[in-house]
């Protein structure tokens, strides 16, 4: 007789989860369901990615960090993600698209993170489901401060939930069973069997989220796309990782603050660069001047050029990136642009 396994939440915790896989004794014919989160924080995501996608009696629901991944909203986490899946990133997304919110059995109804408790599956918002911060920010609307929806439920059928970490053991309460057991976190990986609700755990010996913060840092940092960036988001992101101590990472945001000190400063160049020019195009223009400058990309400097009004801060408002100020060196044939490499 097959049965249902329900996973807490994995987080890339996949060594672990095939061997929870193992100690059970799942087969082919059970039906596994992740409550979701089975990417971040733990060092193979990619493969859990590969394990569900490839296993055809298996469901995954949509998590709150799916859901970041699906509408671009990257934090630290999902931007190691992004890096860790590589070429597959774009067909991961592809996929989050197909994850449902909820799946219910004969047994239970099986949620992501948060349930109204005064409405039906079926009426519950995408956003409640997922756990996203908008979802809080509703129940926090709803409900006193320092309780949490679990406490209010009252529903006949069971509500197996993950999302928020509840301890070692699974949260039993009102009908509802948490059982993200921080797994991520060297903590447990909980499943649940369907039916008879009986319990499966396995420790997790390793701190994977403590490991993947620091040794992703570096690769996380070289895959940002510091030249699409505004100038004044790039200082910020320095800023905001200057806490670090690690030798590598500081050497990294020097080297990166002394490529976007040269960037602005070929700004400069470009004002000297286009004031003569514009000399060289009056003099060899003349009355047709303006029908050649016309055609120029940067013809809105010029013009000012030739009437004295050109200052560096029109060049700073229009070059706001590193890469159209790159661009436009490059146009202008600047010689010794900085490069980040």
Same mark, same amino acid.
């Given at each position: 007789?097959?049965?249902?396994?329900?996973?807490?939440?994995?987080?890339?915790?996949?060594?672990?989860?095939?061997?929870?896989?193992?100690?059970?004794?799942?087969?082919?014919?059970?039906?596994?369901?992740?409550?979701?989160?089975?990417?971040?924080?733990?060092?193979?995501?990619?493969?859990?990615?590969?394990?569900?996608?490839?296993?055809?009696?298996?469901?995954?629901?949509?998590?709150?960090?799916?859901?970041?991944?699906?509408?671009?909203?990257?934090?630290?986490?999902?931007?190691?993600?992004?890096?860790?899946?590589?070429?597959?990133?774009?067909?991961?997304?592809?996929?989050?698209?197909?994850?449902?919110?909820?799946?219910?059995?004969?047994?239970?109804?099986?949620?992501?993170?948060?349930?109204?408790?005064?409405?039906?599956?079926?009426?519950?918002?995408?956003?409640?489901?997922?756990?996203?911060?908008?979802?809080?920010?509703?129940?926090?609307?709803?409900?006193?401060?320092?309780?949490?929806?679990?406490?209010?439920?009252?529903?006949?059928?069971?509500?197996?939930?993950?999302?928020?970490?509840?301890?070692?053991?699974?949260?039993?309460?009102?009908?509802?069973?948490?059982?993200?057991?921080?797994?991520?976190?060297?903590?447990?990986?909980?499943?649940?069997?369907?039916?008879?609700?009986?319990?499966?755990?396995?420790?997790?010996?390793?701190?994977?989220?403590?490991?993947?913060?620091?040794?992703?840092?570096?690769?996380?940092?070289?895959?940002?796309?510091?030249?699409?960036?505004?100038?004044?988001?790039?200082?910020?992101?320095?800023?905001?990782?200057?806490?670090?101590?690690?030798?590598?990472?500081?050497?990294?945001?020097?080297?990166?603050?002394?490529?976007?000190?040269? +960037? *602005?400063?070929?700004?400069? !160049?470009? $004002?000297?660069?286009?004031?003569?020019?514009?000399?060289?195009? %009056?003099? /060899?223009?003349?009355?047709?001047?303006?029908?050649?400058?016309?055609?120029?990309?940067?013809?809105?400097?010029?013009?000012?050029?030739?009437?004295?009004?050109?200052?560096?801060?029109? +060049? *700073?408002?229009?070059?706001? !990136?590193? $890469?159209?100020?790159?661009?436009?060196?490059?146009?202008?044939? %600047?010689? /010794?642009?900085?490069?980040?490499?």
């Amino acid at each position: 007789m097959s049965k249902t396994y329900i996973i807490g939440d994995i987080h890339g915790c996949y060594d672990e989860f095939i061997e929870l896989m193992n100690q059970i004794g799942v087969t082919d014919n059970d039906l596994v369901i992740s409550l979701g989160d089975i990417v971040d924080r733990g060092n193979k995501s990619l493969e859990l990615y590969h394990y569900f996608k490839n296993r055809t009696n298996s469901v995954v629901l949509m998590g709150n960090h799916e859901r970041k991944h699906l509408n671009g909203v990257l934090s630290y986490s999902q931007e190691i993600v992004k890096v860790q899946f590589g070429d597959e990133y774009e067909d991961f997304r592809k996929w989050l698209e197909t994850l449902p919110y909820y799946y219910e059995t004969p047994e239970a109804m099986i949620i992501h993170a948060f349930f109204e408790h005064d409405k039906s599956l079926y009426e519950q918002k995408e956003e409640v489901l997922a756990g996203t911060t908008s979802g809080s920010r509703h129940l926090e609307g709803k409900y006193e401060e320092g309780t949490y929806w679990s406490d209010y439920y009252t529903g006949e059928k069971p509500i197996i939930y993950g999302h928020h970490v509840v301890g070692d053991a699974p949260k039993i309460k009102n009908n509802t069973y948490g059982i993200d057991t921080g797994a991520c976190h060297a903590g447990k990986l909980t499943a649940i069997e369907l039916p008879g609700f009986k319990v499966h755990q396995i420790q997790v010996q390793t701190d994977h989220w403590k490991e993947q913060q620091s040794s992703w840092q570096i690769p996380v940092l070289e895959a940002k796309d510091w030249e699409h960036m505004k100038i004044d988001q790039v200082y910020r992101q320095l800023d905001k990782l200057g806490y670090k101590k690690e030798a590598n990472i500081q050497a990294f945001l020097t080297k990166q603050r002394n490529w976007i000190q040269e +960037i *602005e400063n070929v700004r400069i !160049t470009i $004002q000297t660069k286009i004031e003569a020019l514009t000399k060289e195009l %009056i003099q /060899k223009h003349g009355d047709n001047f303006n029908q050649e400058v016309a055609k120029l990309s940067y013809r809105s400097f010029v013009f000012k050029a030739k009437a004295g009004t050109l200052q560096l801060s029109d +060049i *700073e408002k229009t070059l706001y !990136t590193p $890469q159209k100020i790159l661009d436009l060196a490059n146009e202008l044939q %600047i010689e /010794k642009i900085p490069t980040r490499n």
